[in-house]
């Protein structure tokens, strides 16, 4: 299957967002993104090309994590939000590749689909050992 016609099942559901259940590192995750930023912890999310699932994104956010409801942004060229003192925390390598090169850190969240696919049974630790070293070296 191609990345388009797996995209375009996804976008096909107008279920498949909302229905969507946290990751169970989820929580452990974000977890260690405030410990680190306290309340400056943001939501950013590409678009899906059915405007329908982009909603259904938006209503995920709402119901699983009501407090990051207004705290999200969707586009899809994440760079844009990088700078000197800004981290992404991301799944997809080719996302935290460009954030670094437009001057801002980032960090990949292990997941089977990435370069860092040996070490996803770790992830909130890795992402909070990561998120403790940058906040380091400011």
């Known amino acids: ?16 967002w909302p ?9 452990a995750i974000l977890q260690a993104c405030e410990s680190i930023a306290g309340p400056n912890v943001y ?7 059915n405007p329908v699932a982009c909603t259904g994104k938006v209503q995920w956010v709402r119901d699983k994590l009501p407090s990051y409801y207004r705290k999200l942004f969707i586009g899809s ?16 390598d080719g996302n935290v590749d460009g954030f670094r090169a437009a001057g801002g850190r980032a960090v990949l969240v292990p997941r ?4 860092a696919h040996h070490l996803a049974g770790e992830a909130a630790g890795v ?12």
Request: charge should be negative; avoid cysteine.
């Open 1 to 16: 299957m191609t990345d388009t016609e797996f995209w375009a099942q996804i976008d096909a559901r107008a279920d498949f």
């Open 19 to 27: 229905g969507l259940a946290l990751t169970a590192d989820a929580a």
């Open 43 to 49: 939501l950013l999310t590409s678009p899906p090309l």
């Open 77 to 92: 060229h994440k760079p844009a939000f990088a700078h000197g003192g800004a981290v992404l925390v991301d799944d997809y």
């Open 112 to 115: 089977q689909w990435n370069t």
């Open 127 to 138: 992402v909070h050992a990561t998120l403790k070293r940058l906040k380091e070296q400011l």
